[in-house]
């Protein structure tokens, strides 16, 4: 597994009803489509895609992101950079989660000032200005990867609304 290939399922989860194809993921994620192709491909070896890929196991992908991202992909704040909110700083936990400190994933057009968190796929802040959906789930995915005890449990429990219906 790479890291854009969790954007890339949470992205097929997001258009499972949505007739989408590998081309509209690679434009709407700004990655090309060949990095689809082969994500998809090991995404189904792993047994996290099934009906010849256009499913997620939600039960495995959560599985996946509850015991595996923060030690397969973990990461640590960094310097204060302009950015995009993510983990507490973005909603839906920003609503919960009162702090004096910002994480942000760095981007040129962000517009709060932040400790840097990078992104799991540099493309990342460009789909997420096009899908408020996809930001929501990176950013409560971040909030695994970089979080304290109360707002991983509190990512979990909304992450596990959203994935597991």
Do not use: C
């Amino acid at each position: 597994m790479r890291p854009q290939d969790v954007v890339i399922l949470i992205k097929v989860l997001l258009e499972e009803d949505r007739n989408w194809t590998q081309v509209s993921l690679a434009r709407e994620l700004f990655m090309s489509q060949s990095e689809i192709s082969e994500s998809l491909s090991r995404s189904r070896y792993a047994r996290l895609l099934y009906d010849r890929g256009r499913k997620v196991a939600r039960q495995s992908f959560m599985d996946l992101l509850e015991y595996g991202i923060p030690f397969i992909f973990p990461q640590h704040p960094g310097n204060i950079v302009r950015g995009i909110p993510t983990g507490h700083s973005a909603s839906p936990l920003k609503e919960e989660i009162l702090s004096e400190e910002h994480y942000v994933w760095p981007y040129a057009k962000g517009y709060v000032r932040g400790q840097g968190v990078l992104p799991l796929y540099h493309s990342v802040p460009q789909a997420v200005e096009l899908d408020k959906q996809l930001y929501e789930m990176l950013a409560l995915i971040d909030a695994l990867r970089v979080g304290k005890v109360r707002e991983k449990n509190l990512a979990l429990e909304l992450l596990k609304k959203r994935i597991l219906l």
